[in-house]
Structures are given as structure tokens and as C-alpha cells.
């Protein structure tokens, strides 16, 4: 049996978004999407083993899970990691030391859910988790979308006081290019040696392998805006699909 560590990271406050990890989303807490995909994947899940921790600094957010998600792990977070420019391998490598000292284990893998992304179902999970599982040699499986745009045809960088293909190409149609994902930051699922042994802090010292999620999986909530596009979103995908309506309905009342 595999032994996995999820983590949910969020700081107090933000510069784009005030307190958006509080947020209350389509009348519900927005961590509570987080948690309820979390917990329908394990569900479904019976060769694994995990842990679940909350890895913050706002005692409000730690409140909000504690209510009704009390066998989450709430792990304080220190000053040192609270600041805009610590890069969050950072916090996930604070989470598994931590939780390997407190529970006394070894995990085969850490598994990070962003709060900012509930549009994320179970099978979401799952099919980054199995893609990881299955190919030993990676060290890290992320999520994306196909991208809408590809830098090899339609996507233009300033130069001087014109415009060039930010990738130089002789293609006439979209097509022809290579294919172009999107990273939508809403899934991580790191081999454990690999985080734990980074000393740099960037994600491209491995060997990545992606997981596919629905085209709405790019979006993320970083502004009002984000946010209140995203309710109607979710309230369209809550009514006409299943995975998704699915989350919604195994958020613990």
C-alpha cells in the first residue's frame, strides 16, 4: 500500500485578492471544494494510504477546516514561509518533513491540491495520482489544459516598437504546431526523494509528466473578477455534470 501525503497551503491575506482563501464559494467555504475532491479520490482509492494537512498561517482558514474537516492536519506556519517570494516547493517540503516526524513515516509521494482551484473533480485526481504511480521515473506529475493559444502561430512578444512570433516558425495554421499545454497549478504529485532532496526551489530540476484536466481546469482565482466569473462556471458544471456535482454534494454540511 502506498503512503501519500496531501497537502492544502494557504497564506493569510493576498495582494491580488484580498483574504481570497476565506472566500465563500457558491455558498460554501472555498477550501471545502479542496477537501471534498480529496476525500471522494481516497474513496475511490483503497490501495492508498494518506494523510491530509493544512499548511498556513491564517488561524481563520485553520478554523474553517478544523469545523468540519477535523481529521485534517493543521500545521502552523512560520514567518520564514510567509512572504510573497518564498517559492511554495518551500512549504511542501516544510509539510512532509513535518508530518514524517509527527506520524512517524516514510511517504511514497506528496500530493499538492491548490485552494484557488475548485473546478477540480475526483477522477481530476486520480488520473494525475496513477500517472505518477505507474511511471516510476518521473518525479513530479502536474496538471494543465490544452492551451488555447501556441507561441509557435497566434501569440506575439514587444520588440522594439513592433510585435514577432514569440517562437519564429514557418507554420500557416495552428495545427501544424506542436501540441501546447497549459500549467493551471491545480495538482502536484511529487515523488517524495525528489522534493525532499531540492535544494533549489524550482520544479523543472525533474523529470515532469502532465495530467490532462477540462478546459476549465486552467482557470484559478486570482482577482474579483476570477472569482466571480468562476461561480458561474461551477454553478453551470454543478447542474449538468456529474464529477463536478459530484464535489459540491460531498462537502460535509
Known amino acids: 500500500m502506498k503512503k501519500l ?3 492544502v497551503c494557504g497564506r493569510a491575506g493576498s495582494k491580488g485578492f484580498k ?12 477550501v471545502y471544494y479542496t477537501l471534498s ?8 482509492m483503497p490501495d492508498v494510504d494518506a494523510d491530509i494537512c493544512l499548511n498556513t498561517d ?47 513515516v516514510t511517504y511514497d509521494y506528496l ?28 518525479d513530479l506529475v502536474f496538471s494543465g489544459t490544452e492551451a488555447r493559444r501556441n507561441p509557435y502561430f497566434n501569440m506575439v512578444a514587444a520588440k522594439d516598437d513592433h510585435v514577432v512570433k514569440v517562437i519564429d516558425s514557418p507554420f500557416t495554421a495552428r495545427q501544424q504546431a506542436p501540441a501546447i499545454y ?27 509528466g502532465l495530467s490532462l484536466m477540462k478546459d476549465t481546469g486552467i482557470l484559478d482565482i486570482d482577482s474579483e473578477e476570477d472569482f466571480e466569473m468562476m461561480e458561474v462556471i461551477a454553478d ?5 455534470n456529474a464529477d463536478f456535482a459530484d464535489v459540491r454534494n460531498n462537502i460535509r454540511e
Request: charge should be positive; hydrophobic fraction near 40%; proline fraction near 4%.
Open 236 to 240: 453551470y458544471l454543478y447542474k449538468h
Open 37 to 44: 475532491a480529496a476525500l471522494l479520490f481516497l474513496q475511490r
Open 58 to 104: 491564517s488561524e481563520l482558514l485553520a478554523g474553517i477546516v478544523r469545523e468540519k474537516y477535523p481529521e485534517v492536519v493543521y500545521l502552523p506556519r512560520g514567518a520564514a514561509l510567509g512572504g510573497d517570494s518564498v517559492p511554495k516547493m518551500a512549504v511542501f517540503q516544510d509539510s512532509l518533513a513535518r508530518m514524517e516526524a509527527a506520524q512517524n
Open 111 to 138: 500530493m499538492d491540491l491548490d485552494i484557488t482551484s475548485p473546478l477540480r473533480t475526483a477522477n481530476d485526481i486520480a488520473c494525475a495520482y496513477r500517472i505518477k504511480d505507474r511511471r516510476q521515473d518521473l
Open 5 to 7: 501525503l496531501i497537502t
Open 19 to 30: 483574504n481570497k482563501n476565506l472566500k465563500t464559494f457558491c455558498g460554501k467555504p472555498l
Open 182 to 208: 497549459d500549467i493551471n497549478a491545480s495538482i502536484y504529485v511529487f515523488r517524495r526523494d525528489f522534493l525532499a532532496h531540492n535544494e533549489t526551489g524550482i520544479l523543472w530540476d525533474g523529470k515532469i
